[in-house]
């Protein structure tokens, strides 16, 4: 139920963020014509219209089933016998082990959790706002990006480094950026005040404080570390693991073999198995990170640094993920560094390997359209010369159909037809409809979702034309109360919050999770979001804790589709000016 998960600790608590939001879209009328409109139609008794801003510690999120249903991890210390042989040996007599693909069951639904300072509008808001107006010198959005990088840069060295409307700890946050990125900065400090290095105006907005999470240093070992930057083009923005059991250490530096069978207890049996399941990395692998050779521990992404002489934090939960930003090998074992630098051997992971699940892409002709849901099932193509139907092939279950309207009887069998002139049975078909009435902000030509419950569908609308559809997972309660349950959440809300990637975790003792990196999250209303799921393929069924999970593919063609738009270089980013409509009924 709503409440029992960690909820995003380190974006939603600050005070009035979202009422600001929700007070601006009452002003600009899309949320009343909204509400008038839903309870006219009936779909909605009571709908929570008004997002309210997230309890510290609450939230709604998705939650994975035990992957391959592991059994709990031993105590520390109590790992399998050693056998005799070195790592390196080990690997070298291993025979070459299949690689599993990560196919999961889940409950799924869950919520970010990950500690930052908490920060409202407070004072310098208003001054914020003046701040916010005034582009960088010379900027220009539309210019090619390689004018840009002739320009200052600035680095960001902290896994969340903020940028603000005014060069103040107390203005509005706009976004953040991720460790590694590099963007476009101001050739000198505009304001002291309380930081370090001064505050810099950044491309294509904001300001950033040097010296808190950012630095003028291109070289700062956390550039070279962090050059791989998430590719927004893709389903995965990162190549991505889950854990095997046991599950992977979380090294702080390259451990030597002593070290590794110290930590891992298990390492030369586990190797005599698992050796070459790190052949799903790249064939060309990274080169191991500079800063890792010279025997320094990784560097810290937040302001707490590691200890001296550290060797690892500890190790995974069984239900975890991980993006990585580097692969390479060392001491003859392949290793990946995750975004949040710690390095982890790859033959504890298992690749996430995406279904070829799609949407339908609707815009050239909008809807009706259509998912099949039979097995079996067959498409057909009328002769040229004689007019009857011929067999053209199988369609696979789920495949999204493009529909004219059009349907006919043959043979006393019920047929649809497809846009591209082909048929297919009227049976085992989920079908997608335009809506008999028009809700006020599809009528003023708005972007906006719809997502039905009992279909397990979402249609992207601009204006009254549907542009793309697809199958998604809510709820696994259903239409039960989402204070009690584990269900979405409905009624028509405006997305305020935007993240390429974030963690969603839980430390319940009977339902812990750690699943870092969750593609392209969307928050509309405390802890409910739009995001993808790496973690199952069972779109177009109830799985969710109350979030809405989208396949990878559509995950990230709604990210950017929707506003607030992220910029090139950010990692994430908030709005009070009000995001892209989300209208979820029955």
Sequence with gaps: MVGHVVFMRWLFAWVGFLGGGVVLAYQQGVIPSAARWVEASGWIGVMPVRPEPPAVGTGAGDLPDAVGSTPEPPAVGTGAPVVAGTVAEVVSAAPVATVVPVGMETTAGMVVGAGASASGRGEGGEEGEEWFATPLPGSDRGAERKESVQRPLLLATHKETWVYAAPSFKARKLGYLRAGARVTRGEKAVARGNCEGGWYRVEPRGFVCVGSGASLDLEHPVAAMAARRPDRSKGLPYLYGMSRFPTPPFYLKLPTEQEQRSVEGDVVSHLRRYANSGAWLPDELDGVPPELLRRRIVPSLTPQQHGE?????????PRSGFGLVSQFEWEGRR??????????????????????????????????AAFNQAKGARVYRRDGVTGQLRDDGPMARRQGLALTGKQEMIGGISFLELRDGRLVRNTGLLRLDPPKEWPSFALEGKRWIDVSILKQTLVAYEGTKAVYATLVSTGVDGLGDPEKTHST??????????????????DEAEDRFDLRDVPYVQYFEKGYALHAAYWHDDFGKPRSHGCINLHPTDAAWLFGWTTPEVPSDWHGALTLRGGTVVYIHP
Excluded: C, N, Y
Aim: glycine share 12%.
């Design 489 to 506: 959440v409905r009624g028509v809300f405006l997305i305020h919050t935007k993240h390429i990637t974030a963690t969603m975790d839980s």
């Design 335 to 368: 290793w990946g560094l995750t975004t949040d630098f710690q390095i982890v051997p790859v033959d504890r992971l298992r690749l996430i390997q995406p279904s070829d699940f799609r949407g339908i892409d609707l815009r050239e002709g909008g809807l009706p």
């Design 309 to 317: 002489g550290a060797l690892f934090a500890g190790r995974a939960v």
